[in-house]
């Protein structure tokens, strides 16, 4: 999809690169403790062999973000990562940036969490990965937007540490740009302009400037057929990670239920909004 953008904006003129984790980076998200634990020592290479041939294959240049990690910050950031306390990883700062609050939202969904248990050693190594990661994310995407200057940067959701920092470092810079998740139905996308995807106060203002408005006969009808397709599990986009329907009738067995009527309601993951300080507001 972002490649198929790519040619759009270089058939209007301009001049487009992607940029892509080369091996970099201890903490990833294709790979995550609580959905799909690294099983193969190779998947880091695979996964770099996989990236590059979609884009020999669709005619799109790219760069490894390493390009412009400086060589003399790599052991230094491991030393700082290395000595942090489990209590300081995300109140850490490097460079005077708060890199630990960059990183709070991917560590979070690395184990899937609204709270993060730090006396849990897999939990304090896994998050030490992410903030030394997230570091060296820092150099190389400050150094390559000076390298660059780019005249709008866009990035998935905003919300992983990666393009959080880019985000972040952005708005210090002041260059415009544009975050993207998939839709919330089959074959659409969503859009965050100057802002991440996840931020509430994005729905907030919505709400602000839609909550009064009513909808339309047509509207109404739209909205129930889209409540519908989510009532019978049609019509969505993400990945479904659940297990397949099972017997009602062992259902209630095993939670000791009896006939009456069930009804179960499922929030959205809460690691999703947990690094955003007004999530309980």
Same mark, same amino acid.
């Given at each position: 999809?972002?490649?198929?953008?790519?040619?759009?904006? *270089?058939?209007?003129?301009?001049?487009?690169?992607?940029?892509?984790?080369?091996?970099?980076?201890?903490? &990833?998200?294709?790979?995550? #403790?609580?959905?799909? /634990?690294?099983?193969?020592?190779?998947?880091?290479?695979? &996964?770099?062999?996989?990236?590059?041939?979609?884009?020999? @294959?669709?005619?799109?240049?790219? *760069?490894?973000?390493?390009?412009?990690?400086?060589? @003399?910050? *790599?052991?230094?950031?491991?030393?700082?990562?290395?000595?942090?306390?489990? +209590?300081?990883?995300?109140?850490?700062?490097?460079?005077?940036?708060?890199? %630990?609050?960059?990183?709070?939202?991917?560590?979070?969904?690395?184990?899937?969490?609204? !709270?993060? +248990?730090?006396?849990?050693?897999?939990?304090? !190594?896994?998050?030490?990965?992410?903030?030394?990661?997230?570091?060296?994310?820092?150099?190389?995407?400050?150094?390559?937007? +000076?390298?660059?200057?780019?005249? !709008?940067?866009?990035?998935?959701?905003? !919300?992983?540490?990666?393009? =959080?920092?880019?985000?972040?470092?952005?708005?210090?810079?002041?260059? /415009?740009?544009?975050?993207?998740?998939?839709?919330?139905?089959?074959?659409?996308?969503?859009?965050?302009?100057?802002?991440?995807?996840?931020?509430? %106060?994005?729905?907030?203002?919505?709400?602000? +400037?839609?909550?009064?408005? #009513?909808?339309?006969?047509? @509207?109404?009808?739209?909205?129930?057929?889209?409540?519908?397709? *989510?009532? =019978?599990?049609?019509?969505?986009?993400?990945?479904?990670?659940? #297990?397949?329907? @099972?017997? #009602?009738?062992?259902?209630?067995?095993?939670?000791?239920?009896?006939?009456?009527?069930?009804?179960?309601?499922?929030?959205?993951?809460?690691?999703?909004?947990?690094?955003?300080?007004?999530?309980?507001?």
């Amino acid at each position: 999809m972002e490649c198929t953008w790519s040619h759009a904006l *270089r058939l209007r003129g301009a001049e487009t690169l992607h940029v892509v984790d080369n091996g970099q980076l201890k903490a &990833c998200h294709s790979f995550r #403790p609580a959905t799909s /634990p690294r099983q193969d020592p190779m998947s880091c290479l695979v &996964c770099q062999s996989n990236a590059a041939q979609i884009y020999k @294959q669709m005619a799109v240049p790219f *760069r490894g973000l390493g390009d412009w990690i400086p060589h @003399q910050v *790599r052991a230094p950031i491991a030393a700082w990562a290395d000595a942090l306390a489990p +209590d300081e990883l995300l109140q850490a700062e490097w460079d005077g940036q708060p890199i %630990g609050s960059w990183s709070r939202s991917s560590a979070h969904t690395q184990f899937r969490q609204t !709270r993060l +248990d730090l006396t849990d050693p897999e939990v304090v !190594r896994v998050t030490r990965d992410v903030v030394h990661s997230c570091a060296l994310v820092y150099e190389g995407v400050r150094h390559l937007l +000076d390298d660059w200057r780019p005249d !709008r940067m866009v990035t998935i959701n905003g !919300r992983w540490y990666p393009h =959080w920092t880019a985000v972040e470092l952005c708005k210090q810079k002041g260059i /415009p740009f544009l975050t993207h998740e998939r839709g919330l139905q089959k074959s659409t996308v969503r859009y965050a302009d100057g802002g991440r995807t996840h931020e509430l %106060g994005m729905f907030r203002d919505y709400w602000k +400037d839609w909550g009064g408005v #009513p909808l339309t006969v047509d @509207q109404l009808r739209y909205a129930d057929k889209v409540l519908n397709d *989510r009532r =019978w599990g049609r019509n969505y986009t993400w990945l479904v990670s659940s #297990p397949k329907p @099972q017997d #009602p009738a062992e259902v209630r067995a095993r939670l000791g239920l009896d006939e009456r009527p069930l009804v179960a309601v499922y929030t959205s993951s809460g690691d999703e909004t947990a690094a955003f300080e007004d999530r309980n507001r």
